[in-house]
């Protein structure tokens, strides 16, 4: 097997789904400008953490997001820049102490002040559990809800949604990405179950636990990816309902720590794709070559789509890496393979060249 050639195996369901997603991708239009296909911000990274929000953001850049940010504190800062002169740093969190006369309120609003130059937020790349970090993370989500933003909750920020949950209960925009672990523990805050899962704990109880936080969109890692969302059937679409999607694509047998990373950059450029989409920058009914190319996909649906597209990616960079690397693997390279994962799932760009430039593009 080359590292070049796509997955050999694919079930009917995954290919369509791809298809469906693949909508989402924008054509390489010359009309379109810098930041219109996507602007996200990563926020993590801290004295002790500095390779996950590195490794979300370039996930999403290489991706092909048009400006990747990681905000994080100081400390994080002057480490990060010196990985990549690719992604813009901004040194606005705290952690421990703050010093005299700042508080969690004045540091959030520092962020929530930056939301504006953003399509997309991640949260929770080596955040940590440091009060001060928490208690302002807090406040951006606040922020980033009552904008409308799509916000990716990952690692030690699934630990504040257990605690906070009302902070993206009933938000449709909002993402979790719980290992077997995280899950367990917003399934027994949540759910009420005692047990401690050791695999993934299935359909069912995925769209229960979304469920139970009004809807929102749960990407349960393991073996294969549970990407589910509850839709209450009383609401304006009726009884339709998206998912549960099974990401089933073999990825590499390494288990690394980082790979999750991959998973929260790739699922953020989908979401500030998806805004081109909706935002119809380009024409839609032009997107894709399969059947179901002239339907126009549902709003609710893209962000699902947004997150199984993720998850074929980072599956995809797993397997690639593998075959490279096999027990040396680690989550950097996953990030060397993110543009030919992207081609062995959605095909070269020059297969949109039938796009045509007449669609133009706006704000």
């Known amino acids: 097997m080359t590292t070049t050639s796509p997955p050999s195996e694919m079930s009917s ?11 989402l991708v924008p054509p390489m239009l010359s009309s379109f400008h810098k930041g219109q296909l996507g602007r996200i911000g990563v926020i993590g990274g801290s004295e002790n953490y500095t390779g ?16 990747s940010h990681v905000i994080c504190t100081p400390a994080a800062a002057a480490v990060i820049k010196t990985y990549s002169p690719n992604l813009m740093v901004h040194p606005l969190m705290r ?3 703050p010093d005299a006369g700042d508080d969690a309120k004045s540091i959030s609003q520092r962020v929530i002040d930056l939301l504006p130059r953003l399509h997309v937020l ?35 920020a699934l630990l504040l949604i257990q605690d906070r949950p009302e902070l993206v ?13 995280e899950f367990g523990r917003l399934a027994k805050a949540l759910l009420g179950d005692d047990k401690e899962k050791e695999g993934n704990g299935g359909d069912e109880q995925a769209v229960q636990l979304s469920r139970a936080l009004g809807g929102v969109t749960i990407v349960e ?26 990401s089933d694509l073999a990825g590499g047998r ?29 024409d839609t009914s032009k997107s894709s070559s399969s059947s179901s190319s002239s339907e126009q996909l549902n709003e609710r649906e893209t962000v699902l789509l947004a997150a199984f597209a993720g998850s074929a990616i980072t599956r995809e960079c797993s397997r690639l ?22 081609t062995n799932l959605f095909g070269e760009d020059e297969d949109w060249e039938d796009v045509g430039e007449e669609s133009g593009s706006k704000l």
């Open 13 to 23: 369901t995954t290919r369509e789904l791809l298809a469906r997603a693949r909508q």
């Open 52 to 67: 996950a929000p590195y490794f979300s953001a370039m996930a999403s850049a290489r991706l092909g997001c048009d400006l």
């Open 95 to 97: 952690e421990g102490k």
């Open 122 to 156: 991640v949260i929770g790349p080596g955040l940590g559990r440091d009060p001060l970090m928490q208690q302002t993370v807090g406040d951006i989500v606040e922020a980033a809800r009552k904008a409308n933003m799509p916000v990716v909750l990952d690692a030690d």
């Open 169 to 181: 209960k009933g938000y449709p925009l909002a993402v979790l990405t719980p290992n077997v672990v």
């Open 221 to 246: 890692k393991g073996a294969v990816d549970l990407i589910a969302a509850y839709v209450d059937p009383h609401n304006k679409e009726g009884h339709k309902q998206y998912g549960p999607y099974r």
């Open 254 to 282: 390494k288990r690394s720590g980082g790979q999750g990373d991959t998973l929260t950059g790739s699922i953020a450029t989908f979401l500030g794709w998806r805004k081109a989409y909706h935002d119809k920058l380009w």
């Open 321 to 342: 890496a593998f075959v490279k690397r096999g027990r040396s693997l680690q989550a950097s390279d996953l990030t060397d393979e993110v543009h030919t994962a992207f």
